[in-house]
Structure formats: C-alpha cells, structure tokens
C-alpha cells in the first residue's frame, strides 16, 4: 500500500532544542493529522490539520499543512525527555475519520 | 478523547490456530472502524474498513478469508486471523472515527505465533 515519505527517519538531540520533520506525498490529501506512537502502544494523535495553509498549534507542538496539500510539517519547541517516540504523519482524503496513508515515521531520541 | 480499547493486548498461539482481536469503542458509536497491522520498526498499513452491519473492505493484497473482520455492533469490532503462521505475527492496531473529524487508535494487540 501507499505511504507518506516522512524525514528525517530518526532524529538525535539533546533536551531544550527544537525538532522538526515533514511528511510528503505524490498524491493530495484534504486532512493531515500527527501522531505519537510510544514504544508497544498505539498511535495517540497530537495536531489535526483540515486546511490548506493551515497553521496549528498545540503546546509546544506546531504543525502547518501545506498549500499545496501534498506535505505537512511537524515542529516541537524546546524538546523535553517525554518527547522520546515515533511521530508518524497520516493524510485522510476528505475529513480524517475516513481511512488514512501512514508516513514511514521519524524515531526521536533525546540524548541526556 | 474518545477511547478505544483492544483485547487482549499480547497474544501467543501455536501455528494453524486461529485468534479473535476484539475492538470497542468505549464512549463512543463507530459504524465504521479500521484494522492496520504494523510489523516492527515499520509504519502502520491498514489491512481493512469494518464496516457495521455490513461487510469488510480489504485493501489490496489482504486476504479476507484469513483475517476475518466482524462488526457485531455499534461498538465492537473484531479480527480473527484463521490458520495463523509465524509471518503473521505482527502489532495489530485499530482504530475508530470519533467526534469531529479525526480518529482515535486503540492500544494495540501484539500477536506471536509459534
């Protein structure tokens, strides 16, 4: 099946500095939603975007779906240890409740 | 948020045994749920639509009559994987439209076949 190209694949930072990834696709989709999987568990959504040009935020978390609805970017602000995981990107086709194309994932590791 | 459970969690099982994945939507109502199944170190693929009161849809290259998918009710759903193998041991994960526009993924079963 079909996935989003997300980059960077992992990520290694130290606490306090600031992450971003981003997600492509070949094809548009009119919902962009990211999640945070931790290791063993299922994926526990973070921002959902519904609009393109779209800029939200949620705590230290910024995500911006793109305008030409074919990529979504993921910013977090002052990155602390509980940000550890597996941020995946997924794009609905209408409204985000429908079946959505997983990103390949980006792994966030926090060096102490 | 809207919470979505799955039982078991963790599952082992000898080879050529089927296992039934239960889904529930617990304050919620789902017509419609999705099964993904993620392998490890890999994204999330999803394998069907369940659909309440009606049949499954599966996406290409999903074999549905060895992951069987029954939408019992409002709030349940379930995958059975019949004649289970080794390669179908995998992290099965579902999920369920909620208030709004967006959807909510349950905790996931891990599956080990023997």
């Known amino acids: 099946g079909q996935q989003l190209n997300q980059s960077p694949q992992s990520m290694f930072i130290q606490e306090g500095e600031d992450v971003s990834m981003n997600c492509t696709s070949s094809?548009?989709?009119?919902?962009w939603l990211w999640y945070k999987q931790d290791p063993g568990e299922g994926p526990v959504l973070l921002i959902a975007?519904?609009?393109?040009?779209e800029l939200t935020s949620n705590g230290r978390l910024t995500a911006q779906f793109g305008i030409t609805r074919k990529d979504s970017f993921l910013n977090i602000s002052a990155s602390i240890p509980s940000d550890v995981g597996i941020y995946f990107c997924?794009?609905?086709?209408?409204?985000?409740?429908?079946?959505?194309?997983f990103g390949t994932g980006t792994r966030l590791t926090i060096i102490p | 948020g809207a919470v979505v459970s799955q039982h078991p969690s963790w599952v082992i099982c000898k080879s050529g045994t089927s296992v039934k994945i239960e889904c529930r939507s617990l304050?919620?109502?789902?017509?419609?749920m999705f099964w993904y199944r993620q392998f490890p170190k890999q994204s999330l693929m999803l394998m069907a639509t369940?659909?309440?009161?009606?049949?499954?849809?599966?996406e290409q290259g999903v074999e549905k009559d060895k992951f069987l998918i029954n939408h019992a009710s409002l709030t349940l759903s379930t995958l059975t994987v019949t004649s289970a193998h080794p390669e179908d041991s995998s992290f099965y994960i579902c999920?369920?439209?909620?208030?709004?526009?967006?959807?909510?993924f349950g905790p996931g079963t891990r599956l080990l076949v023997l």
């Open positions: 997924a794009g609905g086709p209408n409204f985000g409740n429908e079946k959505l194309t």
């Open positions: 999920s369920a439209p909620g208030g709004g526009k967006t959807q909510y």
């Open positions: 369940s659909n309440e009161g009606s049949k499954a849809t599966y």
């Open positions: 094809s548009i989709f009119n919902t």
């Open positions: 975007l519904y609009k393109a040009g």
């Open positions: 304050d919620f109502q789902a017509t419609t």
